[in-house]
Every structure is written in structure tokens, then in C-alpha cells.
């Protein structure tokens, strides 16, 4: 058998000057969108809370320009504080969404200078600190934290916008059509240990370390994620009314919400219909189903004679390769995804179709593992052996239980930045604002 390894990175092979320039780079396209994202809106919408779910768009700017104050600016730079007032009004644990609209918060012009007069400092501190010699400046690390953390709250701007009402203020062009002939239905994924987790990714967050091996079962994988065709079978068949489909936790919130097909779904005379950033249009059945909780999608597997995959049966089929033994960076191989590989970052505003990316195909033959939609997991989210906190234990730790699930593969709305195979998102399992959706699995009994 092969041995097990994990892929090389190659961030790790540039020497300072190159490191920099990548960085920079990463940075400059995290503050581009946080900007389009801002500037699409006028004043009174980024100050609007559009739904209690959610922050108003000008805390999320200026959130963003305090972490990475604190970060950057201050640890890494050992630099004097810009703004120390507003440190405890832009930290996440210490006010709820729901209240934060009623905070002393900075209003646009000032969020936006902020965010400018913080990132002016920040390059400062990238252009002198040592890349080397601490863990948190290793191969830029605290700059791809701060990166990742522009990202993520970009996409989480961007739900904004899908709760936001009003005419349209995003636009994109349509998602590409399929590139494949016919797929098949599912993947077998073979039984045995693979190389969970890394040690080697520079950027990589703490609750992605450390790498470990798991054994996996035998089972299958659908090929592709879960259509709205397919998921609107379910919605027809009465899949929402049959309390047989669903858990208890599952058919206590449908129940008590009301909930009777995907958020932004409605019936109208002549078929479903969904709101899409603004605008109305039919549901298209080729693409893949998003803004489905993890209790809808467990019920609509359920329905189907199948359940979800677990996180370690997710990674397997995502990154092993069973010719070298090795667990690749992403499911197509080791490079950064390219426009090629995946629906990501924004370039479109809705998922695609199966078969619509061929060259982010996996080994073990499974498409579209990376964008498009997250993907709920059955799995809690937890610690992998050997865990260990870093660089603050509110990344992750505090959120360890069965509270949570974990998504994996990222979604149209998430930069390439804030991906890999390795990555692990988490949500209360009630949440369908944000851009989930799922594919099912099924055992495969003694087959290897």
C-alpha cells in the first residue's frame, strides 16, 4: 500500500520578497470586495439591519478593520493603537447581532476611513516584520488569518444582500452551463485510511491541524450535489408534511417555523419561484439547491434512502488519491483553484450545474467538491487529537459541540483565499440564510 503523506505547499518555497508580494496580493483582493460590497448600497442601507440574523454592512466594515488592527497593526507591528475605544464595540462575542444596531458604532464615512488608515498600516508591517521566527509572522500566517477573516465576513456580506430587499444592486453574469456528458448518479469511495487534516499549510487554521489518520468504510458518494429538480421531488412528494423523513430536533423547528420548502422558495401559479439578491425569477431545476438547513437536508436524504456523509467520508472522497496514498491540497491536485477548477469568489451569484467544472474533478471521480454550495455534514463540529488552540481560542474551541455541524467545500460566495480541502466551516444546524446545500451518501456494505 501506498504511504500516506500530504501535498507540499507551495508558499513554502518563496523566499520574503515573493511571500510579500503574494500576500499583498491576497490582501488587496479582500479589501476590493469588502469595498464593492460597501459601495453598492447607500448610506441608510449600510446602516439598515436587513434581518436580526445579520450585522448591518457598516459594523462588518469597520469589524474588519479592527481584527485586523489588532493583529497586524498592534502584535505583529508592535504599533500604537489607532482606535482602542472601539476595540470592545467591534468584538463579535461581546454583542449579538440582533443588538448591535443599537451600539455607538462608526458610521460609513468614518467605517471606511478606518478600514483605509488600518490597511495603510498594515502594508507598512508587511513590508518590514520577518516572515520567520514566530509562529504567529511563519510564512506570513497572521496576514492569511486576516486575509481569511476579510473573506468570510465578505461572504457573510454578501447573505446580507440576500436578505436585503429592494431592487438589485449585485449583478454577475450566468453561471456556466455543463461541460460533461452525463454523470453518474454516485461515486464509490473505497475503504482504508487516508491523511485527514494538515501540518503543512502555512495558512491553515487551528481546527484544520493537526494532520491524522482515519479509516474510513466503504461507501458512496452522489457525484455531484443535490439539485433543486431533484430537491423540488422531495418538496411535491409531501416531504416536508411526512414526519417519518425527519429528526425530532428536525421536525420540531419545521414545525414550529412553518418551514415548507427552501428559504427564498415560493409557489406561485404555474410553479416555484425563488428571490435571488433582488430579483425574482423561476427556480431553475439544473441547479444545485442552496439555502437548506442541515434538518432539511438530513430529511430530504432520508427521503431519498440515504443519509449525509460525515466529515472524514467528505475529505476522503475531496483530497485522497489512491495511486499515490497521498491527500491532495484540493480535490484536482495541489494548485491554487483557478476560474477552471470552481465556482468561487463571487464571479457568479447562484450555484452552477453538475458537470460544469470537469477539471475540479477529485481522484476517486466526485465533482464540484469545492464551491458552488457548503456542504452540511453529519458530523459535529470538534478538535481533531492533538488540537491545540492558536492563535485565540474563539476561533474554534469555544464553539466545539454538538451544538454545531460542519460544512465543508466552500460556496459561489467564497474566495479562493478562505478554501481548501481542509477547510472546515460550522453552523447551527436551524441556518438557511446562509449558502448551504448538500449531496447524500449511502454504505457500501463489505465493498473495498
Not at 77 to 95: N, S, T
Not at 307 to 324: H, I, N, Q, V, Y
Not at 357 to 382: C, K, M, R
Amino acid at each position: 500500500m501506498n504511504h500516506l503523506t500530504e501535498a507540499a505547499h507551495p508558499l513554502r518555497e518563496l523566499g520574503q520578497d515573493k511571500l510579500r508580494e503574494h500576500t499583498a496580493d491576497a490582501l488587496t483582493r479582500a479589501r476590493r470586495r469588502s469595498t464593492g460590497l460597501t459601495d453598492a448600497v447607500d448610506d441608510a442601507d449600510l446602516v439598515r439591519q436587513h434581518s436580526k440574523l445579520m450585522s448591518p454592512l457598516v459594523w462588518d466594515l469597520a469589524h474588519i478593520g479592527s481584527q485586523e488592527e489588532l493583529w497586524l497593526v498592534r502584535d505583529v507591528g508592535g504599533l500604537e493603537p489607532l482606535r482602542p475605544d472601539i476595540d470592545d464595540l467591534y468584538d463579535a462575542f461581546q454583542h449579538k447581532r440582533s443588538d448591535r444596531p443599537s451600539l455607538p458604532l462608526l458610521g460609513p464615512a468614518e467605517a471606511r476611513a478606518y478600514a483605509s488608515q488600518v490597511r495603510e498600516k498594515a502594508f507598512d508591517v508587511l513590508e518590514k516584520a520577518p516572515l520567520e521566527g514566530r509562529r504567529l509572522t511563519e510564512a506570513a500566517f497572521a496576514f492569511g488569518m486576516i486575509t481569511q477573516h476579510e473573506q468570510q465576513h465578505d461572504e457573510t456580506m454578501l447573505a446580507t444582500h440576500q436578505l436585503r430587499r429592494g431592487e438589485p444592486v449585485l449583478h454577475a453574469p450566468p453561471v456556466p452551463g455543463r461541460r460533461t456528458g452525463a454523470l453518474p448518479a454516485e461515486v464509490l469511495v473505497p475503504a482504508g485510511p487516508f491523511l485527514m487534516g494538515t501540518s503543512v499549510e502555512p495558512w491553515a487554521l487551528d481546527n484544520e491541524r493537526p494532520a491524522h489518520e482515519v479509516v474510513v468504510d466503504a461507501f458512496f458518494i452522489d457525484t455531484a450535489p443535490v439539485t433543486n429538480g431533484a430537491y423540488l421531488e422531495f418538496v411535491e412528494s409531501g416531504g416536508y408534511h411526512e414526519r417519518r423523513w425527519w429528526s425530532e430536533a428536525g421536525w420540531a423547528y419545521r414545525t414550529a417555523h412553518d418551514i415548507t420548502a427552501p428559504r427564498f422558495w415560493r409557489r406561485e401559479a404555474g410553479g416555484w419561484w425563488r428571490t435571488r439578491f433582488g430579483l425574482d425569477e423561476p427556480v431553475p431545476p439544473e441547479q444545485f439547491v442552496v439555502h437548506v438547513s442541515f434538518y432539511e437536508a438530513e430529511a430530504y436524504a432520508a427521503w431519498a434512502g440515504k443519509r449525509l456523509p460525515t466529515e472524514p467520508e467528505w475529505e476522503k472522497a475531496a483530497r485522497f488519491d489512491p495511486a499515490t496514498g497521498q491527500s491532495r491540497r484540493y480535490p484536482w491536485g495541489n494548485g491554487d483553484p483557478t476560474p477552471e477548477h470552481a465556482n468561487l469568489g463571487q464571479r457568479y451569484l447562484s450555484p452552477s450545474v453538475a458537470g460544469a467544472y470537469p477539471a475540479g474533478v477529485s481522484a476517486l471521480g466526485v465533482h464540484q467538491l469545492i464551491g458552488d454550495v457548503w456542504e452540511w455534514t453529519s458530523t459535529d463540529f470538534h478538535g481533531y487529537p492533538g488540537f491545540a488552540a492558536f492563535p485565540y481560542r474563539e476561533y474554534s474551541e469555544v464553539f466545539f459541540g454538538p451544538e454545531y455541524k460542519v460544512l465543508r467545500g466552500g460556496s459561489f460566495g467564497t474566495d479562493a483565499a478562505a478554501i481548501r480541502g481542509t477547510f472546515r466551516n460550522w453552523d447551527y444546524p436551524i441556518r438557511r440564510q446562509i449558502f448551504s446545500g448538500f449531496r447524500c451518501a449511502r454504505d457500501a456494505g463489505d465493498l473495498a
